[in-house]
């Protein structure tokens, strides 16, 4: 199970932290993936349990952060200067599986969690 939390309303240029809590079975890779209104679900950044394997859409890169902390099989999501374009329905998703390739990809993910909504104004 994936509980995904601490979306919000805030002005471009500010910062947020989502997490995502998990609970249950084992996973190798926990991902994070965003849907606007209107399009199609898309990859944002990924991270395995164990720190390795991080990547990031260019889109978000340099400004979100993906981490994770085991003790609290928590995964965080950073994400720093935010922009009009961020606004979106944001969700994690893990895998059982240790992708060799990069797993971005939604069919990649056999569990998923809720959304948690950011919009960010002008």
């Known amino acids: 199970q994936l509980q995904a939390s601490g979306g919000g309303l805030v002005q471009a240029g500010d910062s947020l932290r989502l997490s995502c809590a998990a609970s249950?079975?084992?996973?190798?890779?926990v991902g994070w993936f965003r849907q606007a209104p209107g399009k199609e679900r898309e990859f944002v950044a990924t991270i395995r349990w164990s720190g390795s394997n991080i990547y990031y859409a260019d889109s978000v890169k340099g400004r979100f952060t993906i981490s994770r902390d085991n003790a609290k099989n928590t995964v965080y999501l950073q994400m720093n200067n935010l922009k009009l374009e961020d606004t979106a329905a944001y969700y994690c998703?893990?895998?059982?599986?240790?992708?060799?390739?990069?797993?971005?990809?939604?069919?990649?993910?056999?569990?998923w969690g809720q959304g948690t909504l950011v919009t960010v104004s002008s």
């Open positions: 998703a893990a895998s059982i599986i240790r992708w060799a390739a990069k797993a971005t990809m939604t069919g990649q993910y056999e569990y």
């Open positions: 249950g079975r084992d996973t190798s890779t």
